[in-house]
Structure formats: C-alpha cells, structure tokens
C-alpha cells in the first residue's frame, strides 16, 4: 500500500522557517517524481513545488520561488519542503503528492501538515 | 482569481445526473489534459479523471470526464450521497508554466 505521511508543520512567526518533511512508502520511491500542494484554510488547492526522481530538475510556483526550497533523500525515501520567510499568507494544509511534471496527475496524497503562520 | 473557473456549487438528489464545469482558456485547457479530484471534508484530495477521460483505479464508471475546446465537465450519474464532496479541476497552463487548480465546487446531494 502506497502511503506518504507529512510532519513537521506547526506555528511559526511571520518572517520564521520550518522544514516539512514527507516519508514515503509501499512503491519505489527513487523511481517517482513528486510534488507539494498547498491548501489555505477554506480555500482551493495550489502547487507549489516539483522534484525530479533524482533531484536534479526542481520547480516552484512564482508565490514561493526564493522562498522555499525543495529537497529529496532517495536512500530514507524522504521528500522535504525548507520554508524560509514565511508569509501571513503561507498558512495553509501542505500536501506530499506523487507526481510528473507537465500534467498535474498526482495519483498519492498525504494527510497534510498544518502551518499556520502568525505572530 | 484562479486561471480555471468553477461554480462554487452544485447540488441534485440522489439517482440524478450533475455535471461541474471547469473553464478555461487556450493557454490551459484548450491545450492541455485535464484532472478532475474530489475531497471529501476533512480528507487528501483524491484524483478522481485523468488525462481528461480517464477513470482512477477503483473510480466508478458514474464518473466522467469530457472537453470542448477551452472547458471541460465533470459528469456524475446515479447520483448517491457519498458522493457529496468538494470537485476540483486542474490542469497545465503554458503561461504560468505549471500545474493549476480551478477554485472548486461544493456538490451538495439534496
């Protein structure tokens, strides 16, 4: 059975960081690309990064782009989101999904780590 | 504003047929497969159509998706009230270079 688990959300400054990671298992995880997508409080969902299998091609939506910093571990099968100077507007429900690039097919999603950022 | 438009609801009693559109433009669906998703409250997104027409692993055949030219639609038939559910759509856009989401629409089973 396919299953990704996020930790490491919680509350945080304006301004602060927070790392998120995700842990993966029942498939190949080197074999796979994977993606985070966002969900604020009450509102729709957003991408905002994109890891290649190896970790070499990485994406970020503009709302992040200098901000975050995606990274992977294909020796623990780990996927982690480094999320520096947050925003108000940062809080959100981040999601560990898999998928490509090019087509948001994200067949596996997480239950979600919660961040909220406020002072 | 999301790129893709989708009514915040839709509603129908069990049994009957509801579609959810999903509108676009050329830059997005007009040229590019589309995702349809549920999320029921409280839970992950579920991909629910892919690659436009395509059922997920174990997604009944009440569940289906079409396109004409820069929208898509949604089709649930036998309508049941597990199906009551947040519905996105998503798919590529060439402008913005990535994957987008439509707002999402509440189906209500009356």
């Known amino acids: 059975e396919v299953t990704l688990v996020e930790s490491g959300g919680g509350l945080v400054q304006p301004g602060g960081s927070l790392r998120l990671s995700c842990v993966a298992s029942g498939f190949s995880f080197n074999d796979f690309e994977m993606n985070w997508v966002r969900q604020a409080p009450g509102k729709g969902l957003e991408w905002i990064s994109y890891i290649s299998h190896s970790g070499s091609t990485i994406f970020y939506a503009a709302s992040v782009r200098g901000r975050f910093t995606v990274s992977r571990d294909n020796t623990e099968n780990s996927l982690h989101l480094q999320m520096d100077g947050l925003r108000v507007e940062d809080t959100a429900l981040y999601y560990c999904?898999?998928?490509?690039?090019?087509?948001?097919?994200?067949?596996?999603w997480g239950q979600g780590a919660p961040v909220t950022v406020s002072s | 504003q999301s790129l893709l438009a989708q009514p915040p609801s839709a509603s129908g009693t069990p049994g009957q047929r509801v579609t959810i559109s999903c509108s676009g433009s050329?830059?997005?669906?007009?040229?590019?497969?589309v995702y349809w998703y549920h999320q029921l409250p409280g839970t992950a997104p579920k991909l629910l159509i892919f690659s436009t027409y395509q059922r997920a692993s174990g997604v009944p055949d009440r569940f289906s998706g079409s396109k004409s030219g820069t929208s898509a639609s949604l089709a649930i038939s036998g309508l049941r009230s597990e199906d009551e559910a947040e519905y996105y759509c998503?798919?590529?856009?060439?402008?913005?270079?990535?994957?987008?989401f439509g707002g999402g629409t509440k189906l209500t089973v009356l």
């Open positions: 050329s830059s997005n669906i007009g040229s590019n497969y």
């Open positions: 999904t898999r998928g490509g690039w090019r087509q948001p097919h994200f067949d596996y």
């Open positions: 998503a798919t590529w856009d060439d402008s913005v270079s990535g994957p987008v």
